[in-house]
């Protein structure tokens, strides 16, 4: 069984920095595939970004590219979203996700993932 954990979440005032963590528990060996989503009630689920931990490829969505990062934590089972420059329509909860990718080409913010984090909530205000 693997489990997610989002935590960094908070408020923060547009134009200002973020950093989310997501670390994973359980058999999550073959997972080699780990990114974020996030949700609102208005936009509904979007995906944000996504790293292939075997390799150092990574994918982002068009609303994030040049503000958002996406890296290995300090431990091997942590993926961190460094976000910057936000802005009032960042605010979401954002999801830490993982799943096996049989390959980078097929981690990106178009896969399905099949583990999901409970959420951590960014409002930008």
């Known amino acids: 069984h693997v489990q997610l954990v989002e935590s960094g979440g908070g408020l923060v005032q547009p134009g200002g920095s973020l950093t989310l963590s997501c670390s994973t528990s359980?058999?999550?060996?073959?997972?080699?595939?780990m990114g974020w989503f996030r949700q609102t009630p208005g936009k509904g689920r979007e995906p944000v970004a996504t790293?292939?931990?075997?390799?150092?490829?990574?994918v982002y969505a068009d609303p994030v590219k040049g503000r958002f990062t996406i890296s290995r934590g300090k431990s091997n089972n942590t993926v961190n979203l460094e976000m910057s420059n936000l802005t009032p329509e960042d605010t979401a909860m954002y999801y830490c996700?993982?799943?096996?990718?049989?390959?980078?080409?097929?981690?990106?913010?178009?896969?399905?993932?099949?583990?999901w984090g409970q959420g951590t909530q960014v409002t930008v205000s």
């Open positions: 790293l292939y931990l075997g390799g150092t490829r990574t």
């Open positions: 359980g058999d999550s060996s073959q997972n080699d595939c």
């Open positions: 996700v993982a799943k096996m990718s049989y390959g980078p080409l097929f981690c990106t913010v178009q896969a399905r993932f099949q583990y």
